[in-house]
């Protein structure tokens, strides 16, 4: 009789991870669906950019496609753990958002002629568990890891916006409004208690991101 609610336990985590590993199938190699419209849907593409310049925006684009990779992974790993209604909220409305990031971001590499990082399997992956750890350790730390992800997004879309040729308007207007949605989920995280994170920790995870960014703008 005592081995039953152990059994029930290892059902209901057996079954969370073989919907996780449905959902990472999904948003991996199926195409991203959308909920809102593009940015720049009332743009039209009336400047021709040279080849130069739509290879080197696609990499840039495919850079911010790999990181949505990442945060809807993170954000189903700090899911996979927490019990907390409002946190919950929270980060499912900023997943949905997500979402259409990486939908417009797949959508304009498409038009530039690019492609996807093949790196976005294991990206995924490492950053699910990266998310996981987050939520076992303890809310307000969930919480902060997630602004300061959004906070270090939100400076690297800056940095690429800079990047941009003047006559790419719909690529910058697709990154502006990502911004404008990251600073948004870092405000709602601080709402919710988000505890600052120690500098070693932000160090780690900006160093980190620079590895992924400039590996994902060449494959």
Known sequence: MTKQPYQKINLVIKDKIIEEVEAGLKILFNTAPSSRKRPDINISNSKNLSPKTKKNHAKLMRVNHSGE???QA???GQLFFNKDKNIEKSLKNAANEELDHLAWCEQRIDELGGKTSLLN???YFGSIGIG???SIIDNKYN???LAETEKQ???HLDSHIVKLSKEDIKTKKILEQMRSDECQHEISAK??????LPKSIKKVMNFTSKIMTTITYKI
């Open 153 to 155: 997004v939100s400076s």
């Open 69 to 71: 990779i990442c945060a």
């Open 191 to 196: 709402k919710l208690g988000a505890a600052e």
């Open 121 to 123: 399997p294991l990206l």
């Open 132 to 134: 996981g750890i987050a």
């Open 143 to 145: 919480l902060g890891f």
């Open 74 to 76: 993170l954000y189903r």
